[in-house]
């Protein structure tokens, strides 16, 4: 079974430029999630869907990060504009979505984003 | 809010045994888990606790204590590979979405 696929993978822009990073769950997974990872810390949520719809955006810095879901199946994040201090891993996770229940979830390997 | 306490970095012996310990702070409590993640890689899934006391898989253990909000990860003989960040993470009463914790780099010498 194929596990959550991100791309790209690594990701070098200049400030103030936009940059978008693409998330396919693990089949059958109906909820999905994006967390930032900096050094030395955990990943921290910013966002939560289930199934198309956004159902836990608090950490999400809206000004400048957008995600989208649409047929409920794969996501793109999305900064513009990018700041020096967005550099880091954007994980995506996808769990089965089971109601009133914590279910495990499985991460993908991450895109690595630096900005100059 | 929720406050998880792990150490930042440990070391170990090839072949030997190390626990990594994990304290928390939540309102409610509806799980725990342990992820391992190696360099520039996906975090795992290791275990998840929910009750007290020790679940067993293989090298690897866990133990839960509610009533401390205390948990450990036990490993056995441990492998040149097993130096990765533990992460201990916690669903919080109320939610069914686990806070991570900063990790525990770990760190196998020969």
């Known amino acids: ?116 | 809010g929720q406050n998880i306490d792990q150490p930042t970095e440990m070391t170990a012996t090839e072949g030997a045994i190390v626990q990594i310990n994990c304290t928390y702070q939540t309102s409610g409590f509806n799980g725990l888990f342990w992820y391992q993640q190696h360099a520039g890689e996906a975090p795992t899934f290791l275990s998840y606790n929910v009750l007290d006391g020790l679940e067993e898989k293989g090298r690897f253990s866990s133990f839960l204590s509610r009533s401390k909000g205390y948990s450990y990860l036990l490993l056995k003989e441990l492998q040149m590979k097993d130096s990765a960040s533990y992460l201990c993470a916690v669903v919080p009463g109320g939610s069914y979405i686990p806070t991570f914790g900063r990790g525990t780099s770990l760190i196998v010498h020969p």
């Open chain 1, 1 to 116: 079974e194929a596990g959550v696929v991100q791309s790209p993978r690594y990701k070098i822009i200049e400030k103030k430029q936009p940059v978008a990073f693409w998330c396919n769950p693990i089949s059958g997974h109906n909820t999905l999630y994006w967390y930032l990872q900096n050094l030395g810390q955990g990943p921290e949520l910013l966002i939560r869907y289930e199934n198309e719809e956004a159902v836990d955006d608090s950490q999400l810095p809206k000004d400048r990060f957008s995600a989208e879901r649409l047929k409920g199946v794969d996501s793109t994040l999305k900064i513009q504009p990018a700041e020096l201090g967005d550099s880091a891993v954007y994980l995506c996770a996808s769990s089965l979505g089971l109601a009133g229940r914590t279910d495990t979830q499985y991460f993908g390997p991450g895109t690595r984003l630096t900005v100059l």
